[in-house]
C-alpha cells in the first residue's frame, strides 16, 4: 500500500479471468476488461447468462483475482495481500439470496457483525449500527428476528451490513432478483439515495432493464467482454444488438421501437412510462405532416 | 384437478417462531389451466405450490388430486406433479450436468435410450449448450443453474408443471424463450401451469388466471385482464401492473379515452383505433 498514488476509482487494466478447470478448455469469463468506475457513480452492469457479471464483481473487491491483468482499488491492487482489508472496508457486496447473507437471527447483532470483525468498540459499534438502521428506514426492525422480516426488508438488512462499514463501493450481484415489485422499488430507492445523498457508489447487476435504466450508466457484457458502455439512453437506442446477445430493452422502449417499425415517428431510447406516453399524445394530437 | 380445502399451514408449531404461512386457504386447479400466483415476498407463494406434490404436508385441511389426498400417496414420489423450486440450489445435487437433469426419468425407470432422448430434450428447452452434459452444475452461472433446475423437472414431463419464480436470475432471452415453450408445450400437451411470478408483464402475456395472496390468505381471484384493472389494490399490496398498463394510464390522465391495456399487443391495437378514432373526427 506503500508509495501507490491515491485514486478516487475502482481501475481494471487489462484483465482476463478464467475459471481453472480440469475438464473444460480455459474458457475465459473475463476477457481483457478495461474500466474504471468512479467515487459517487451509480451503474448497471447487464448481460446473459455467463456473460461475466457476477466474475466481474467479484473482481471488484478480490473475492477473484485477476489471471493476468490488474484490478486497482483506490490504488490498492488486489493481488497485494496486505490491502484486502483496505478493499473489503472499501467495497461492500450484496448478494442475490439474502437468506445466504445473514447470519444472524437478530437484525441489529447481524448488521454489528462486520464491524465486530474489524474490532471496532461496543459503543461505537452500537452507534453505527443504530445510524445505518435508520439511513435505510429499518431502524425500527432494530430487535425483530430476521425471520419475521419480508424479502425485501430481509434484502435491506443485507444492505446494512455492508453499508455500516462506510464503503465507498457497493456492488449489487442480482439483489433485487427476488423481491417483488414494492420491495424492489424500495431497495431502488434507498440505493439512490445513499448514492446521492452519501456519494457511496453502487455497481447494480441486474437483469431487469428497467433498473437498469435508472442508473446513470450501463455496462454491457457480452462473452465475458465489455459490448457497450454508455448511458441508459444510447444503450437502449440499440434494441437489435441488445436483442442479439440474449438481452432486451424496457417494456415501453420495446413498444415505441416497434411503433416506428410500424411507420410512426418517435424518438428512440425512451425508457421512462411518462416520456411514452408523452410522445404518444404528441402523435395523437397530430400527426407530422 | 387439483382442489385446496380449507388448507392451513404453520411452521414452527408452538414455538415462539411459529409463522402462520397458509390460513384457511381454498383454490382449484382446473387441468390444462395456465395459472399465475402474484403476492408479495413472504405472501405464501413458495409454501403453497409446495403442497400440490406433498413435499409439505398441510397442519390442517388437505389437497386433492383428481379426489385423491396426496399428503396420503407418499413423500413426493409424484410424478404427475412436477415442482420447480424457488431456489435453484436446493434442487441440484448431482456431480454432472447430464446426471442432474437425467435423476428425474432414471427414477421413474425409463430406458437408458429414452433417458437420452430426455435429456436432449429438456436441455434444447431450456437453452442450455450440449458441451456442458460433464460439467458439474456448481461450476455455473446463476442463470445457468436455474436452466438446470427448470429442465431437470421438464425431462420428467410432468402432467402439472409448477414453477416458482422460474425466471429469476434468467437473461431476457432465457426468459421470453423458456416461457414461450412452457406456454406452448402447455397448448399442445393440455399440461397444467402453476407459475408464481413477480414479472407483471410475463404474467400479463402468459398467464390465463391469478391468484393474490396477501399474509398467507387469498384476497383476489380473476381473470389476468380483471386483476389488472385494479392498480390501486395490487399496489396497496406491493404488486404492480405491466409497465405498458402504466403508460397507458398516463396517457389516460393526459385526456386521451383509451382503454386499458396489459400486454404490448392489447397496446398496439389500442393505439392504432385510437389514433384512427381521432383522425376520422
Ligand atoms: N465456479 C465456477 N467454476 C467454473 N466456471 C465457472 C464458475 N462460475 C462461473 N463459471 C463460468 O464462467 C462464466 C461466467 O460466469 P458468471 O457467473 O460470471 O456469469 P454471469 O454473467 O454472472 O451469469 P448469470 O446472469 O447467469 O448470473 C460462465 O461460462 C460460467 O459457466
Ligand atoms: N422453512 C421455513 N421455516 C419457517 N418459516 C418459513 C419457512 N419457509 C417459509 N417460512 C415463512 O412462511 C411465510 C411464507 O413464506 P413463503 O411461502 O416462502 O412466501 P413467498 O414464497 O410468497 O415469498 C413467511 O413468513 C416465511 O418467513
Ligand atoms: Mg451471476
Ligand atoms: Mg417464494
Not at chain 1, 178 to 196: A, E, T
Request: charged fraction near 25%; glycine fraction near 8%; proline fraction near 3%.
Amino acid at each position: 500500500m506503500q508509495g501507490r498514488k491515491k485514486q478516487n476509482m475502482i481501475e481494471l487494466k487489462n484483465v482476463h479471468f478464467s475459471y481453472e478447470s480440469a475438464t473444460k478448455d480455459t474458457k475465459l469469463a473475463l476477457n481483457r476488461i478495461n474500466l474504471k468506475i468512479s467515487c459517487g457513480e451509480f451503474v448497471a452492469v447487464v448481460g446473459a447468462n455467463g456473460s461475466g457479471k457476477s466474475t466481474l464483481a467479484k473482481h471488484l473487491n478480490g473475492l477473484l483475482i485477476p489471471t493476468s491483468g490488474d484490478v486497482l482499488v483506490l490504488g490498492a491492487n488486489t493481488k497485494c495481500e496486505e490491502d484486502s482489508i483496505f478493499i473489503k472496508k472499501n467495497v461492500g457486496m450484496v448478494f442475490q439470496n439474502p437468506d445466504n447473507q445473514l447470519v444472524f437471527t437478530i437484525v441489529e447483532e447481524d448488521v454489528a457483525f462486520a464491524l465486530e470483525n474489524l474490532g471496532v468498540p461496543q459503543q461505537e459499534m452500537r452507534e453505527r449500527v443504530e445510524k445505518t438502521l435508520s439511513q435505510l428506514n429499518i431502524l425500527e426492525y432494530k430487535n425483530a428476528s430476521n425471520a419475521e422480516l419480508s424479502g425485501g426488508q430481509k434484502q435491506l438488512v443485507a444492505i446494512a451490513g455492508v453499508l455500516v462499514i462506510n464503503p465507498k463501493f457497493i456492488v449489487l450481484d442480482e439483489s433485487t432478483a427476488m423481491l417483488d415489485p414494492q420491495s424492489r422499488d424500495d431497495v431502488m430507492c434507498i440505493l439512490k439515495k445513499l448514492n446521492s445523498e452519501l456519494g457511496i457508489a453502487v455497481v447494480l447487476i441486474t437483469h431487469f432493464m428497467e433498473e437498469a435504466a435508472l442508473a446513470e450508466r450501463i455496462i454491457v457484457m457480452n462473452e465475458g467482454k465489455v459490448e457497450l458502455d454508455d448511458s441508459p439512453r444510447q444503450v437502449f437506442k440499440k434494441l437489435e444488438l441488445l436483442e442479439s446477445i440474449g438481452l432486451s430493452v424496457p417494456q415501453v422502449t420495446k413498444f415505441c421501437h416497434e411503433l416506428n417499425l410500424l411507420g410512426e415517428n418517435l424518438p428512440l431510447g425512451i425508457v421512462d412510462e411518462n416520456e411514452c406516453a408523452i410522445e404518444l399524445a404528441k402523435i395523437l394530437k397530430g400527426p407530422r405532416r | 384437478m387439483i382442489v385446496y380445502e380449507n388448507v392451513t399451514h404453520i411452521y414452527n408449531r408452538g414455538l415462539p417462531n411459529q409463522q402462520i404461512a397458509l390460513d384457511d386457504v381454498n383454490l382449484r386447479f382446473e387441468d390444462g389451466e395456465f395459472v399465475g400466483i402474484i403476492g408479495r415476498t413472504g405472501s405464501g407463494k413458495s409454501t403453497l405450490v409446495q403442497h400440490m406434490n406433498g413435499l409439505l404436508k398441510p397442519t390442517t385441511g388437505r389437497i386433492l388430486m383428481d379426489g385423491k389426498d396426496v399428503s396420503i400417496k407418499g413423500l413426493g414420489i409424484n410424478f404427475n406433479v412436477g415442482i420447480v423450486l424457488q431456489n435453484p440450489e436446493d434442487q441440484i445435487f448431482e456431480q454432472t450436468v447430464f446426471k442432474e437433469i437425467a435423476f428425474g426419468p432414471q427414477n421413474m425407470k425409463l430406458d437408458s435410450g429414452e433417458i437420452k432422448r430426455r435429456v436432449a430434450m429438456a436441455m434444447d428447452f431450456v437453452g442450455l449448450p450440449k458441451d456442458i452434459l460433464e460439467t458439474s452444475p456448481f461450476d455455473l452461472s446463476g442463470g445457468q443453474k436455474r436452466r438446470i433446475a427448470i429442465a431437470s423437472v421438464i425431462a420428467m414431463q410432468p402432467r402439472v408443471l409448477v414453477l416458482d419464480e422460474p425466471t429469476s436470475g434468467l437473461d431476457s432471452a432465457g426468459k421470453k424463450n423458456i416461457l414461450q415453450r412452457i406456454y406452448e408445450h402447455h397448448k399442445k400437451e393440455k399440461t397444467t401451469v402453476v407459475l408464481v411470478s413477480h414479472n407483471m408483464e410475463e404474467v400479463a402475456q402468459y398467464v390465463e388466471r391469478v391468484v393474490v395472496l396477501e399474509k398467507a390468505k387469498v384476497t383476489m381471484e380473476g381473470k389476468v385482464d380483471e386483476i389488472f384493472e385494479k392498480p390501486n389494490e395490487l399496489r396497496k399490496i406491493g404488486l404492480d401492473i405491466p409497465r405498458i398498463s402504466v403508460a397507458f394510464l398516463k396517457l389516460k390522465e393526459l385526456g386521451y379515452d383509451v382503454k386499458n391495456v396489459h400486454t404490448l399487443k392489447q397496446a398496439k391495437t389500442e393505439f392504432f383505433r385510437l389514433k384512427k378514432t381521432l383522425q376520422e373526427r
